[in-house]
């Protein structure tokens, strides 16, 4: 079987990570600096939005690929090794999540938290520990979408050189207006209107 990588043209890919096997990458994700996305077996997908940051190894086992749901942040020195994470999730730094674990949509997992295999998650989790445990419920939709927006944001900036994209008065603008456009989305999605 050959290799076959699918980047969207909108997506972005630092020069420096390292991206090997079948691995498709959606609509205005990134890939940061030094991350290794490697699927010799099973396939990786990275969704719309979905940003993996610094140093994070994504791997896959036979028949247990990698999902990045669309708008989550996957942190600096995560390992993401053949597991399922829904969309609108935060995992924190150096956290571990391990075979055929999942972590629901809407979820956070703690800093250096270890997911061991075929952890299961609920959407809306907060999840720590290592052992990690389920330890609240809670909706971090809108939370953890700001924080992929600004990832967005970074990464058509970087595609330009502007590697100061989170500083200055542009910055505050662009930031007061996309919280008033995802809390209006937001909001209107929890009213089901």
């Known amino acids: 079987m050959t290799s076959r990588i699918d980047i969207h043209p909108t997506a972005f890919v ?3 990570a390292q991206i090997y096997g079948h691995v498709s990458i959606g609509p205005h994700a ?6 290794v996305i490697r699927a010799e077996t099973a396939h990786v997908e990275i969704h719309e939005g979905a940003n993996v ?11 247990k690929p ?23 999730c935060l995992i924190g730094i150096n956290a571990t999540v391990y075979n055929g674990a999942q972590v629901g949509s809407g979820s956070i997992v703690g800093q250096h938290a270890y997911l061991k ?4 998650a609920p959407e809306n989790s907060i999840i720590v520990g290592s052992p990690a445990k389920v330890i609240a ?3 971090n939709r809108l939370p953890n979408r700001i924080n992929a927006e600004f ?20 910055f505050e603008t662009w930031f ?18």
Request: some cysteine; charged content about 15%; overall charge negative.
């Open 30 to 35: 990134s890939i940061w600096c030094n991350a």
């Open 176 to 193: 007061a207006a996309t919280m008033q456009r995802l809390q209006g989305e937001y909001a209107q999605a929890a009213t089901g209107a």
């Open 117 to 120: 295999d075929r952890f299961e």
């Open 137 to 139: 419920t809670r909706n």
């Open 151 to 170: 990832y967005m944001r970074n990464a058509e900036c970087y595609r330009v050189g502007n590697h100061r994209a989170w500083a200055g008065p542009e």
């Open 14 to 16: 630092h020069p420096s």
């Open 66 to 88: 990698v999902v990045v749901g669309a708008y989550t942040s996957v942190t600096h020195h995560v390992t993401l090794h053949g597991c399922q994470v829904g969309d609108h």
């Open 53 to 63: 940051q610094d140093f994070v190894m994504i791997h896959t086992d036979p028949g």
